[in-house]
């Protein structure tokens, strides 16, 4: 079976993608899958029909999955397409996925997670993991999936959305501490911590870097969660504790910041299984389907589910790969039962 891992791409989260993707694509070459790890962004130029065959590949290539602590901007990646062109796919990307039976979509952020780049194999007709289109941009925006949350009695922390032209009259509902953050965004990247208005008017503008539409969310304090849900299934839940500041980009992606994972954390049964219910309750309600991550705090008023992630992150240092190995399952395994798993989704199997 042919399989194209798509990388990389034109988001914040660059660095993180071609990380996760390399990471994956020699897990299924050691499946035995043909595997091709493919830029979205960049594509291969000047390729003929034989050359692009040869991408597949069952041996496993030695890539370096290190990931850059650099905060990629839009012209610092089209840079790196030398003939000037910004097209989010690349050349020859859509010719390559065509070949494959199945396509792992390893990308973060952007354009990665907020369903285009599936509504584009949609109507090319090429199959690809995780959620589809309308599910994978509802999970992306942070305001739209908060609601959807509220709607179905799924607790959440108190927000208000803003944009560029309504950021300048507005009452905070909630009190300080607050959380700023793009609305569509994910690894924190462009998300801050205020703890009064001169903070906030700073940490607005340094968002709306990254997003036209913003959140400012209440602060929750508690011991922080998450959770994947694969395959219908919520694996056992991780816990990260930050010894200094918090789970930021540095702490999720860097080696060397002192964060520490417990799974199967050290709470309850009763509250462990009510993350389960919630989890996968959030999962549905958000329309996702083969695989995904949700977050929660928790405290003395019970669990809060902070976001849903469409396409979690399969880095060295991510956390799906951990709880999926707290449940006995090692990372090979991980991504096979992910491919298969959509496989029967799509009634290819």
């Given amino acids: 079976m042919k399989i194209v891992v798509l990388a990389g791409g034109r988001s914040t989260e660059r660095n993180v993608s071609l990380s996760s993707s390399a990471k994956v694509a020699n897990a299924l070459r050691r499946k035995g899958y043909e595997v091709a790890l493919v830029d979205l962004f960049l594509g291969l130029p000047a390729a003929d029909e034989q050359q692009l065959a040869a991408l597949f590949t069952s041996d496993e290539q030695a890539i370096d999955l290190n990931i850059s602590d650099e905060i990629m901007t ?160 919520a694996l056992p839940a991780i816990e990260i504790i930050v010894n200094d500041g918090w789970y930021d980009f540095e702490h999720k992606f860097v080696t060397g910041n002192t964060t520490k994972f417990q799974t199967p954390p050290e709470i309850p049964d009763e509250v462990h299984d009510e ?42 240092l991510s956390l799906m790969p951990q709880e999926a190995d707290a449940a006995g399952i090692a990372y090979d395994d991980l991504c096979d039962s992910i491919v298969q798993g959509q496989l029967k989704n799509l009634g290819m199997k």
């Fill in 275 to 316: 993350m389960k219910r919630i989890a996968i309750q959030t999962f549905n309600a958000l329309g996702l389907q083969n695989y995904g991550r949700i977050d929660f705090f928790w405290n003395t008023d019970g669990l809060y589910v902070i976001e849903a992630n469409s396409l979690p992150g399969m880095t060295p």
């Fill in 74 to 233: 839009d012209d610092v990646i089209n840079a790196l397409r030398p003939d000037g062109t910004t097209q989010l796919f690349g050349p020859n990307v859509l010719k390559i996925a065509a070949m494959a039976d199945i396509v792992w979509i390893g990308l973060h952020g952007g354009d990665g997670e907020n369903g285009k780049v599936q509504a584009v194999l949609d109507l090319n007709n090429i199959a690809y993991t995780g959620s589809g289109p309308l599910a994978s941009g509802l999970a992306m925006d942070k305001s739209l999936s908060k609601q959807v949350m509220l709607y179905n009695g799924i607790q959440t922390a108190r927000f208000i959305n803003l944009t560029k032209s309504t950021a300048a009259d507005f009452e905070l509902p909630f009190d300080f501490p607050v959380v700023v953050k793009p609305a569509n965004g994910g690894s924190s990247v462009g998300m801050y911590i205020a703890h009064d208005d001169a903070e906030l008017q700073k940490d607005l503008q340094a968002s709306f870097e990254f997003d036209d539409d913003v959140v400012i969310e209440e602060y929750i304090k508690g011991r922080e969660f998450s959770m994947a849900v694969v395959n219908g299934t």
